[in-house]
């Protein structure tokens, strides 16, 4: 979009307004090169509410098409958009601990695999709201391939959007990804949010909480690396078997400070005794801002 220092320095006023099917159609308006200071002031101030009516000045303004409103939530972080794997072949201990791939939060925070954390710019995560809904308009919960192939143990793809009424839509397509048939705008959601976590991948920083996740799952066996930490409360074991907690304050700083972070959930999970001389594979993660 054009910046008000752009505009002060040029004749040719270009002002960016958005079309109805999304992107923006540029208005120029010619001025004397040469101006008063206080006509150079009324130029603005005009240009400013065209920005204000054309909805660019802000992430929640309205445009002309269902496609142009955007209201991002004021307060504690909400979810705006999101992209998780659900299921497929995987040990028991992986379901509880496993992050999204990404989730874009309102106050522009993109965490992917609550590992990196990248702050975009509001207009980013509206025009990425947009074009979520514009892929997933006319899509229900469960979205089907057209082709027969099937693939055996693997996960569904998840894609969720902030609604313009406030709720979130959510569709889920199994193997996405991995088999054809899927609509073209569903395959088009799922590149864009996998860019996206590729790029806060590669760009962010380390993402770090309050707030823990722990998960032990019971070994057989194993190089045992260490006996539980005194200062951290054993889970209890839930129908699975899994012990599950999720940790803050003394508990959560003892836990991170004892253990190292898995970087991959694939790979090695340390091995600790329990007090009643059990081993389990311990891994923990930070919590999202909504978990």
Not at 224 to 240: G, K, L, R
Request: some cysteine.
């Amino acid at each position: 979009m054009t910046s008000f220092g752009d505009l002060v320095g040029d004749s040719r006023l270009r002002v960016a307004v958005p079309t109805v099917r999304g992107g923006n159609r540029t208005a120029v308006v010619n001025i004397e090169a040469v101006m008063t200071r206080g006509l150079r002031a009324w130029v603005l101030a005009a240009v400013a509410l065209v920005m204000v009516v054309s909805g660019c000045a802000t992430p929640g303004g309205s445009g002309t098409g269902p496609d142009e409103s955007v209201v991002l939530p004021t307060g504690p972080a909400q979810e705006m958009a999101a992209m998780r794997q659900v299921g497929g072949f995987v040990p028991p201990g992986w379901t509880f601990i496993e992050a999204p791939p990404v989730v874009v939060y309102s106050d522009g925070r993109a965490v992917a695999d609550a590992h990196r954390v990248l702050t975009l710019t509001l207009p980013e995560v509206a025009a990425l709201v947009r074009e979520l809904r514009r892929d997933l308009r006319g899509l229900g919960p469960t979205a089907k391939s057209s082709e027969s192939e099937f693939v055996a143990d693997a996960p569904s793809t998840v894609l969720e959007v902030r609604s313009p009424a406030g709720g979130v839509q959510s569709v889920s397509a199994y193997a996405l990804g991995i088999v054809d048939g899927y609509p073209d705008a569903l395959v088009a959601a799922r590149d864009r949010m996998a860019h996206l976590a590729e790029r806060v991948t590669q760009q962010g920083t380390v993402y770090t909480g309050q707030r823990v996740r722990l998960v032990a799952d019971a070994r057989s066996e194993g190089t045992v690396v260490m006996d539980w930490p005194a200062a951290v409360p054993v889970p209890p074991a839930n129908p699975a078997g899994v012990r599950v907690a999720d940790l803050e304050g003394d508990a959560a700083a003892a836990l991170v400070s004892a253990i190292p972070p898995v970087q991959e959930l694939d790979g090695p999970w340390p091995v600790l005794r329990l007090p009643d001389g059990s081993l389990v594979g311990v891994a923990w993660r930070y919590l999202l801002p909504d978990e």
